[in-house]
């Protein structure tokens, strides 16, 4: 049988918090954790920044979840890639030397 003890760790706190970002957890646990809070002030500052970051992931950084590049730009995108690999060839990195022509004449950047 698996004892219980009274607090739990801090270990156990951190995994805790972590997860009730993600889901609702057991009564038994929220209370360990309630408790383990109250007398931990280094989890509970961990327990502020964690609820930090998921508030600005959910909230500020939620519009470019659903973000998509337009089919213009891709292909402009994909000739940009391509004419840069053309000219720079395989493992080179666009050295001067290798310059041609079409590079002073292009005008799309
Ligand atoms: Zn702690």
Redesign the pocket.
Known sequence: MKRRHFM???KE??QSISRTQDLRLPLSERIGLRM??L??????Q?DRQVRWLHHIFSTVAAPWREARLGDEFKSRLCQQMRRYEAKAGPGEANPEGKRDATDSKSTDQ
């Open positions: 739990m760790t801090c706190a951190a383990h809070l007398f931990c002030a280094s989890c509970r961990y």
